[in-house]
């Protein structure tokens, strides 16, 4: 391990102990989840009588807080619930956090068997396995110490990885910037799809409750259910109007072989292209939700598509990441914070009260009903008080 990442391994280690002992101090604070303006003016309110309808349940807030780097972003997480591990995938490397002490247990680089230090994706499959999808490095995959690297001579579709979904019966399936990759955790045989996609850059996979495959890409949405292909696009209703009429953006691989980063800014303002879909869910009633680039999230029910944007309360409507918790509340990670919503109501965090930056990569939730928060910076806990 070279001096400078011992460095930085020395002062992440430092910092993570200082935001611990800071988020004990600030677990006594009382810093609540904003709320849209009408339950703002209901909490203000005299208290209700002992016939009026019991109050909202106590929203989760901002417990703690752990930094990895000024500069430092984290791009993906996961939990590994047979360990009670956190696995942060940074621009920097891989963090393995003890979610029972939240200390910190491993890090990993390059010299450690990581094929690149940029990780957009981890993944724990039904062997145990953790899949590192990264950033023109191809994808690493570790258990009990052993690394194995895949790169395209291997059959993997490209070495820009930012996805994992896994079948019940398998196949572990992998979105890259050149299609996507179906893989025999048996054989570990590669198969490649390119031209049955809608669009080969490939950001989001999931898997319905009848193992169809929905993939989001930098084009639409397509659907694979193991014998036909279906696709759809802003012309079928996904994504919001423009109503704020945002520019487009040049800043995209469409219909080109060109590479080009993930900024979403046009000389310092927002921008707009509903096709673009960054992540992607399937609830358990086999709705798909799916987050766009200005268009905020776009739901499928199967046969139409309805949009939420900032006019219904979500934070931003560039929307990065989501989840949905033990509970089924769906949170959303956007270029204005993060959104929780349990079907009725929206709720926000952000840097005003509590996390460590607005743009929100990143998103895992517990059984125990933690919401970990990754961000440029750091990552932050979110749950209810003990």
């Known amino acids: 391990m070279n001096p400078a990442y011992n460095r930085w391994l020395a002062s992440t280690a430092t910092l ?39 109050r909202p349940v106590k929203l989760p807030r901002v417990l703690e807080s752990f930094e990895v780097g000024n500069e430092v972003y984290v791009r993906s997480l996961a939990i590994d619930a047979k360990t009670a591990g956190l696995w942060v995938g940074t621009s920097t490397g891989v963090l393995e956090i003890d979610l029972a002490t939240n200390g910190l247990r491993n890090t990993f680089t390059r010299a450690d068997g990581l094929a690149n230090e940029y990780v957009f994706a981890i993944f724990i499959d039904s062997q145990g396995y953790k899949w590192f999808g990264t950033n ?13 690297v895949y790169f395209p001579m291997h059959g993997l579709a490209d070495y820009w990885i930012y996805s994992f979904a896994e079948q019940q019966d398998g196949p572990l399936w992998i979105g890259t910037w050149a299609g996507a990759n179906s893989v025999d955790l048996g054989t570990m045989k590669f198969t490649t799809y390119v031209k049955e996609l809608i669009n080969e850059w490939v950001y989001a996979i999931d898997i319905d409750s009848r193992e169809r495959v929905w993939f989001g890409t930098e084009g639409g949405i397509s659907l694979f259910d193991g014998k036909t292909w279906r696709h759809w696009t802003h012309a079928d209703g996904l994504g919001a109007p423009n109503t ?108 005003s ?34």
């Open 16 to 54: 993570l102990v200082a935001a611990l002992l800071l988020a004990i101090l600030s677990a006594c604070s009382d810093r609540d989840t904003q709320t849209t303006a009408v339950e703002d003016a209901a909490t203000q309110q005299e208290p209700p009588s002992p016939t009026a309808a019991p």
């Open 136 to 148: 023109a490095g191809g994808v690493s995959r570790y258990r009990d110490g052993e690394w194995t």
């Open 244 to 351: 704020d009429d945002l520019p487009a953006s040049p800043n995209t691989g469409l219909g080109t072989r060109s590479r080009h980063d993930l900024g979403v800014l046009l000389q310092g303002s927002e921008t707009y292209n509903p096709n673009y879909v960054f992540s992607l869910i399937v609830d358990n009633q086999d709705r798909v939700w799916a987050g766009t680039w200005g268009g905020g999230i776009g739901v499928f029910d199967g046969q139409q598509w309805r949009n939420y944007t900032t006019r219904d309360g979500l934070a931003g409507n560039i929307v990065y990441c989501m989840a949905r918790d033990a509970d089924g509340v769906f949170w959303f990670g956007t270029n204005r914070g993060l959104t929780r919503y349990d079907g009725t109501a929206w709720h926000t965090y952000n840097h």
């Open 353 to 386: 009260n509590g996390l460590l930056e607005d743009n929100v990569y990143a998103i895992a939730t517990t059984a125990s009903g933690d919401i970990w928060v990754g961000t440029k910076r750091g990552v932050t806990r979110i749950g209810l008080q003990p």
